[in-house]
């Protein structure tokens, strides 16, 4: 069964342009534009349980009509717009999208934010003689944390976040 285009950013056929500009990109090319769908709508989920600075495009035009909007119309506003971008009245931000690609890009290889959050837990693992150890006493990656699998994209998402949601995890 197809996946509705207008439930995750941009085109495959944009982010083939972008993983054509970029090395290391064999698991994109080589995946089914099937897979390829359901890794931006995955990324897009991602990306969109995140807060933003600003409002949602058709809340910043209620707003920008009528600044004293009731919470009620602000709300049935917001929810005619079921993604988070675009806001206050912009297009979507390159960077956006280039954060969904790359996360797109891990899912494709199989990064899980779930087992990524498992996988700190981690203190020494081995396959046959070859030990390993790793010290999980700091803070979780915040990236992690979010639920986003790729340092690259959550550097690209930093800047457009709401200051509010930045937190520091520590364990005891």
Do not use: C
């Amino acid at each position: 069964m197809p996946i509705d285009p207008d439930t995750y950013y941009s085109e495959v056929a944009d982010a083939d342009t972008y993983f054509g500009e970029r090395l290391h990109q064999t698991d994109w090319s080589t995946a089914t534009t099937e897979d390829k769908e359901r890794a931006l709508l995955a990324a897009s989920r991602d990306v969109d349980r995140l807060e933003y600075a600003g409002y949602k495009t058709p809340v910043f035009e209620l707003l920008e009509a009528d600044p004293e909007a009731t919470a009620e119309e602000i709300a049935a506003a917001d929810a005619t717009q079921p993604m988070k971008f675009p806001r206050d009245g912009n297009e979507i931000p390159e960077t956006l999208l280039f954060a969904v690609y790359e996360i797109a890009h891990e899912r494709l290889r199989g990064r899980d934010p779930d087992v990524e959050q498992e996988n700190l837990r981690i203190t020494s693992g081995g396959v046959g003689s070859t030990r390993s150890s790793l010290n999980t006493s700091g803070a979780a990656s915040q990236h992690l944390s979010n639920g986003i699998v790729s340092f690259t994209a959550w550097r690209y998402l930093l800047p457009l976040l709401a200051s509010n949601n930045s937190f520091t995890i520590e364990r005891a």
